[in-house]
């Protein structure tokens, strides 16, 4: 990213700074950030120029409700160059091979039975299903990730907004070099492939990151059990701590039941 992109920039931008990668000699821009809270207006007006840009807006998110401490944009930890490319990775793959590293039932570390561990991801075990297909759309992307910006800014009124150089949400966090699922692979351009198949096949836009979670709106989510169960198997192969740390009880089945139609996506990293 370079300053010169700012000014294909319309809309007034709140007083900001250019965030500068934490590596070598600091000369790759990262992203643009606002000094304050962004109003939705402003995430509405800027998502609208995206195209004729080529910025894509970021709601950032704290650690916790009105904190002002916005890690790890606003400390300048952040490494693009240690990324690959999104494009250099299947998502299929990915999504397989997640899956069996953590469906693995360790009976010298596991504080679950290996039929509770198998339960948890029932009924598939440790047998990955295959990707879910394309679902059809209830709504126009754009429009679900508006009324996913505005029901978020609503909710959390101090996110700050990012600007990236990107054409994609999915490729923003690739280039800002978002690390929220550090404890389980540092290579955000593996999540930016898979967020890309999420974006085809289910109208899924990125909206909103936190220091370890990640917000989407979607525009065409599953709508039968099967399609949803197998939306949650992708889910948890994605990011496990939906599953075995969410609301209990804590089963794929009993997750994908609060898919089912479902506009938005939230994951969250331990």
């Not at 944009?73 to 690959?84: A, C, N, V």
């Not at 999104?86 to 504080?111: F, M, R």
């Not at 009324?147 to 009124?157: C, D, G, I, Q, T």
């Amino acid at each position: 990213m370079t300053p010169e992109l700012l000014s294909a920039v319309e809309t007034p931008l709140p007083p900001g700074r250019m965030i500068r990668s934490d590596e070598g000699d600091g000369s790759v821009l990262a992203m643009w950030m606002s000094d304050g809270p962004a109003t939705f207006e402003l995430w509405e007006r800027l998502f609208a120029e995206r195209s004729r840009t080529g910025l894509w807006p970021l709601l950032l998110d704290a650690a916790r409700p009105y904190d002002d401490k916005f890690r790890p944009w606003e400390s300048g930890e952040l490494f693009p160059e240690r990324m690959s490319a999104p494009g250099s990775h299947d998502a299929a793959e990915l999504l397989e091979g997640w899956w069996k590293d953590y469906t693995v039932v360790d009976e010298d570390t596991d504080v679950l039975s290996p039929a509770d561990r198998l339960a948890v991801t029932a009924p598939f075990g440790r047998s990955w299903p295959g990707l879910a297909p394309a679902l059809p759309p209830v709504d126009v992307p754009a429009a679900a990730a508006a009324e996913h910006a505005k029901a978020f800014v609503l909710r959390r009124p101090n996110v700050r907004l990012g600007l990236v150089a990107s054409d994609s949400g999915t490729g923003a966090l690739t280039a800002a070099s978002w690390d929220g699922p550090l404890n389980y692979d540092n290579d955000t351009a593996k999540f930016s492939a898979v967020l890309a198949s999420w974006e085809e096949r289910f109208g899924a836009h990125v909206v909103t990151v936190g220091p370890s979670t990640l917000h989407l709106s979607v525009a065409a989510p599953p709508t039968t059990t099967e399609d949803a169960l197998l939306v949650a198997a992708e889910h948890f192969a994605f990011c496990p701590d939906t599953i075995w740390q969410g609301r209990r009880p804590n089963t794929l089945a009993a997750y994908a039941e609060q898919l089912g139609h479902s506009r938005s996506w939230d994951f969250w990293w331990d």
